[in-house]
Structures are given as C-alpha cells and as structure tokens.
C-alpha cells in the first residue's frame, strides 16, 4: 500500500496565488520528501523535512510536518505558470537488506494559470 | 550535477516478447531502483538493488526481473511482456545505501507501450 497519499489530486490556480498541497502516512518517519515532476519528465528533489523539524522554507517554498498527525504539507507562495507540475511526497521504509526504499504518494497535479 | 539515464524514451514492444530497459547513473551511487508511473497510482517500486549483484524486490515485482552487473549500470527486465505492463517506467538512484535522508534522483523516463 503506498505509504504517502497527497490531497488534492488536482489544483488549478491564477497567477500570483498560492498553491498548498498535503501529504498524509501511515508510519513512523525519520524525514519527509517532496519532489516535483514535470510533464513527461522524471521526479526532482526539491526539499526534505526532519521529523524533528516543525517547519522548513527554501526560497519559495514552504513545508510543514505534524508527526502527531502523521501528514505534512507543501506551500508554494506567489505562483508561476512554471510551477505548473506534479507534486510529490515520499518517505522512507527500511528494509531486510539494511537500506531504505522511498514509497511516493499519488501526487497533486498542480496548473498555474496565466 | 548527478546525471541517470534511460536508454529510451520511447519503446513498443509486442506481447510475448523479452524487453530490457536500461538505466545508467553517472555519480557511484549505492542505491538504484525501478518504478512504473500509472495514472491515479503515482510510482510503485518494482525492484531495487542495494550493490552490485545485490537486489531486493519491491512492491509489485511480478512479471519483472532485474540485472545489476556493474555498479552504474541497472536493467528492468519483461521476461514475457504482456499488455498490464504498458507503463512508464522510471529509474532512480541514490547515493549511500544506510542513510534515510538523501534524494533521489530521477531518470526522464521510459514510456513502454506493449501491443
């Protein structure tokens, strides 16, 4: 089952306007991922969170964690027709070999209109 | 920058049919993985491999076997493709195999149609 589930799947914003997308998962986490996808593209990495962190920004970007409520949420302030892209959150499992497998959410596709 | 490439693109294949997809890492990552990106179910990890030779199934590996002889280098296998496997098929690598908080980083994808 995937580990990372993103709401909303799909958002259309104006130009200028904020777009705010969450992430829910099941387990317990060492850190929080988010990467973007462009159409036809592959994933990129854009920002990780601790989980003993509360909040982190990298320009403008902004991304939350509540570990009490197992969900996080990505901000992207002042919107670009070029954030138009999916969005991803991912997590991290450990696995039998002693390594960590990264398991990504369905994505929010996120428009920004012109 | 770390550079991961895909062979192709673009690949039709036919049902029956052996197909290798290939996936080269230029940065002496640990780590490689594969996955398929289907609409509505975001990506599911079918293989990964943790060191040469060494290989460790995802979550959905039916159908799928892998092949890691070199440390750059990790291909997907269809040993008999069938039409369910239409998908894209994207590979991933990362450096350190331990640690938990380092990004992956992302071919562009490889979009199989099996007729």
């Known amino acids: 089952s995937q580990q990372g589930e993103e709401d909303p799947q799909a958002l259309s914003i104006q130009e200028g306007e904020n777009a705010t997308m969450n992430c829910s998962y099941k387990?317990?986490?060492?850190?929080l991922q988010w990467y973007r996808q462009n159409s036809g593209r592959g994933l990129v990495h854009l920002i990780l969170i601790r989980s003993n962190e509360r909040e982190k920004h990298s320009g403008r970007l902004r991304v939350t964690l509540d570990t009490s409520k197992k969900s996080s949420s990505l901000l992207i302030t002042a919107s670009r027709a070029a954030d138009t892209a999916s969005y991803f959150c991912a997590t991290g499992l450990p696995t039998t070999s002693g390594t960590y497998k990264y398991i990504f959410g369905t994505g929010t596709r996120l428009k920004v209109l012109a | 920058d770390v550079k991961v490439t895909q062979s192709s693109r673009y690949l039709v294949k036919r049902t029956g049919e052996k197909v290798f997809l290939e996936c080269v890492q230029d940065m002496d990552h640990e780590n490689m993985f594969w996955y398929r990106q289907d609409p509505g179910l975001g990506l599911r990890l079918i293989y990964f491999?943790?060191?040469?030779?060494?290989?460790e199934k995802g979550d959905i590996p039916e159908g799928y076997s892998v092949s890691r002889e070199k440390k750059e280098r990790f291909s997907l296998i269809l040993e008999s493709a069938s039409t369910n496997q239409t998908s894209m098929y994207l590979c991933?690598?990362?450096?350190?195999?331990?640690?938990?908080?380092?990004?992956?980083?992302f071919g562009d994808g490889t979009r199989l149609s099996i007729l």
């Open positions: 491999s943790y060191d040469v030779k060494m290989k």
């Open positions: 991933a690598s990362r450096l350190d195999r331990v640690l938990s908080n380092q990004p992956q980083h």
């Open positions: 387990t317990s986490i060492n850190n």
